[in-house]
C-alpha cells in the first residue's frame, strides 16, 4: 500500500482500528504494511498502538473440509448408506475418509455405524435412517468462519482453555473485557440470532485439528501530530547555508532517535566450564599453586600407568576402560637414564617396604600408546623432573602444582559420567605431611568455591596409600557426588623417581564438570558438555562468581 494512499484514508476515516483486518481485507501483505506505518510514524504523521488478540480461525484442514462441503463423519455415513447390505471394508474406508478416527469415534458415539466383534466390516448402525444426518461439524465450521459467534456454557472449561475463549469472545464482540456493561447485551443478542457455539463443541473441533486460536498482533492508528495528507521532505542536517540564508525557518527537520542502538556485534561466548574453570584456576593460584603443562592428550601407558605402580594386569588398562591408539600403537621412546629399570624392579620384585606385584613386567605393554585417563601422568613426569634435581644435588624446595585439562575413560554416558571430562589435578610436596592436611586443604579449597557440605571415604588406588573419595551433596540430584580422589602417594612410586623417603606427596583428582553442575544447578551433565546443549544456556549463564558466603 502506497503511502497516499493510507494518509487519504486516514484523512477520512481518522483511525484504522485493526490493521491485521484491514489487510486481510485489500489483499495487503501486513509485515509490507507495517513498514510503510512505521516510516509515518516516525516523521510523526500517524500514530500506531501495538495490540493483540486471540481469535478462532480455521485450520488448513477445516479450510479443506469447508471447502468440499462435507465432513468426515457425514462421509463415512454416506459411504454406509451407499454400500453393500454386509458392509463396508474398514481397511478401505479409511483410504477414502479424511480423519477417519475422528469420524469413526463420533459414528460410534451416535449409532450410526456398527462393527461386530472380530469384524473388519462398517455396518449401519440402530440409530441411522435412511437419510443423511445433519451435519453438524460441517455448520459448525461455517460458523466459525463467519467470525460472527459467541460461546456457551464456558463453566465446563477451565485453565488455559477457558481464558483462550474468553478472549475469543472479546475479540467477536470487539470490547476490553467481560466486565463491560454491554459485554452480556451483544453475547445475548448473538445467541438470539443462532450465532452461538458450546465450549465443548469448540473444543472438540480444536482437539480434531479443524480450527485454532492462534494469537494475532495489530495495530490501532490515529493522526499523528505533524498529520498531512502529504508527507512533506524532512531535513536531517542543518547546514550553514541554510542558517545564512534563513531557509531554516520554513523547513522541518527529522528528529534525532537518541534511543537508537548501535548495530550489535556478534561475538562468542565462553562454555560454562570454562567460566568455573577460570575461578578454578585463579583460587588455585592465590593458594600459592603452580601450573603444570599438561597440553598432551595423547600419553604412553608407561607415565600413564606403570610409573604410578599400577600393575600391567589391572582392570583399568583393558579396552574396556581405556582408549587406545590404533595408530600410531606404540610410543617412539621410554626414559633411559635407568628410571625404567626401577620401576620395572619394582613391579617384579617390590622394594621399599613392598613385595611388588610379582609378574612378569613387559616393555611392550608400557610403549601402548592411549588417551591419557587422568593428568597424574603430567604429576609423575613432574615429580621425576624433581628427583632428578635432587640427584644432581639441587637443594629441596616444597612444591604446589596443579593442572586442570581433559582427561578420557570409555565409560558408559549417564546423568553423571561422560566418556570425556576435565580434571582438576594437584600435588603438594614436602616433609612430614599427613592425610590430615590434605583433607584440611579440600576444606579450604570448596570452601572458597561455597562448597562446604563435603563427605570424606576410605579408599583404594594403586598409586596412594592411604586414599580416600571426595563427595559433594548435590541439593537438584538430592544425593552424594563424587567430585574427587585423593592419597598420599606410595613409597613404590616415589623412591624410583628419586625422591627420598622424608618427602611426602599429597595429591588428587577432582572433577570440574560435577562442581559446575551443582553451582549452576543442572541434574544431567549431558546439559552440559555435549552435542545436545543448549546453546542459549551458554549465552546466558552468568559469569562464575564465587560467592564465598553461600553454601551448597
Not at 463423519?73 to 471394508?89: A, H, K, R, T, W
Not at 451416535?110 to 441411522?128: C, P, T, V
Not at 448473538?190 to 494469537?215: H, T, Y
Not at 622394594?351 to 585417563?373: F, H, M, P, Q, V
Amino acid at each position: 500500500m502506497e503511502e497516499k494512499d493510507l494518509l487519504l484514508y486516514i484523512n477520512e476515516h481518522n483511525i484504522i482500528e485493526n490493521s491485521k483486518q484491514f489487510t486481510d481485507e485489500r489483499g495487503i501483505d501486513h509485515q509490507q504494511f507495517y513498514g510503510v506505518l512505521n516510516s509515518l510514524a516516525l516523521a510523526n504523521i500517524l500514530n500506531y498502538t501495538k495490540k493483540e488478540s486471540k481469535q478462532a480461525v480455521l485450520t488448513p484442514e477445516g479450510e479443506e473440509l469447508l471447502k468440499n462441503g462435507q465432513s468426515p463423519e457425514i462421509q463415512l455415513v454416506s459411504m454406509i448408506l451407499q454400500g453393500p447390505q454386509e458392509g463396508i471394508n474398514k481397511t478401505e474406508a479409511q483410504t477414502k475418509v479424511a480423519d477417519f478416527m475422528g469420524a469413526f469415534k463420533v459414528c460410534m458415539k451416535n449409532g450410526w455405524i456398527a462393527q461386530e466383534k472380530g469384524s473388519d466390516f462398517l455396518k449401519k448402525g440402530n440409530k441411522l435412517t435412511d437419510e443423511l444426518p445433519k451435519d453438524i461439524v460441517l455448520e459448525q465450521l461455517k460458523l466459525v468462519s463467519s467470525g460472527k459467534f459467541v460461546i456457551t456454557e464456558l463453566e465446563k472449561q477451565k485453565g488455559k482453555n477457558l481464558d483462550d475463549l474468553k478472549a475469543v469472545e472479546l475479540t467477536v464482540l470487539n470490547i476490553e473485557n467481560d466486565q463491560d456493561g454491554i459485554y452480556q447485551t451483544k453475547k445475548n443478542q448473538l445467541i438470539q440470532e443462532g450465532c452461538s457455539l458450546s465450549s465443548v463443541d469448540f473444543m472438540n473441533l480444536k482437539s480434531r485439528k479443524l480450527v485454532d486460536i492462534p494469537l494475532i498482533k495489530y495495530f490501532t492508528i490515529t493522526k499523528g501530530t505533524a498529520f498531512s495528507v502529504e508527507r512533506k521532505k524532512q531535513e536531517t542536517d542543518l547546514t550553514f547555508d541554510l542558517i545564512s540564508s534563513g531557509a531554516w525557518k520554513d523547513l522541518t527537520f527529522k528528529e534525532y532517535n537518541f534511543k537508537a542502538e548501535g548495530k550489535r556485534q556478534t561475538n562468542g561466548y565462553l562454555h560454562t566450564l570454562l567460566k568455573v574453570r577460570t575461578e578454578f584456576r585463579k583460587i588455585f593460584l592465590e593458594m600459592g599453586f603452580e601450573e603444570m603443562a599438561t597440553n598432551n592428550f595423547v600419553e604412553n601407558s608407561f607415565w600413564n600407568f606403570d610409573a604410578l605402580f599400577q600393575p600391567q594386569q589391572h582392570p583399568a588398562r583393558d579396552a574396556h576402560d581405556t582408549f587406545f591408539l590404533e595408530v600410531p600403537k606404540e610410543c617412539l621412546e621410554l626414559p633411559e637414564d635407568g628410571y625404567l629399570e626401577k620401576v620395572k624392579e619394582t613391579h617384579e620384585k617390590g622394594g621399599y617396604g613392598s613385595i611388588g606385584y610379582r609378574y612378569d613386567w613387559k616393555i611392550e605393554e608400557a610403549k601402548k600408546n592411549l588417551l591419557r585417563t587422568h593428568t597424574t601422568a603430567v604429576s609423575s613426569r613432574y615429580l621425576r623432573q624433581l628427583g632428578k634435581d635432587l640427584e644432581a644435588g639441587k637443594p629441596f624446595t616444597p612444591r604446589k602444582y596443579f593442572s586442570i585439562d581433559r582427561v578420557f575413560r570409555n565409560e558408559v554416558p549417564d546423568r553423571t559420567h561422560l566418556c570425556e571430562f576435565h580434571q582438576c589435578e594437584g600435588m603438594v610436596i614436602d616433609k612430614g605431611l599427613t592425610l590430615g592436611d590434605l583433607i584440611g586443604l579440600f576444606s579450604t579449597f570448596f570452601e572458597r568455591i561455597g562448597i562446604t557440605n563435603l563427605k570424606f571415604k576410605p579408599a583404594y588406588n594403586p598409586y596412594t596409600e592411604p586414599s580416600m573419595e571426595i563427595f559433594g551433596y548435590h541439593p537438584l540430584l538430592e544425593k552424594w557426588v563424587e567430585v574427587g580422589n585423593s592419597g598420599m602417594f606410595r613409597p613404590e612410586m616415589l623412591r624410583p623417581m628419586g625422591l627420598p623417603e622424608d618427602i611426602v606427596v599429597l595429591a588428587w583428582g577432582l572433577s570440574l564438570e560435577r562442581p559446575t553442575m551443582i553451582k549452576y544447578g543442572i541434574d544431567n551433565i549431558r546439559d552440559l558438555v555435549g552435542h545436545a546443549v543448549d546453546l542459549q544456556s551458554v549465552r546466558k549463564n552468568p559469569i562464575c562468581r564465587i560467592d564465598k558466603n553461600k553454601k551448597y
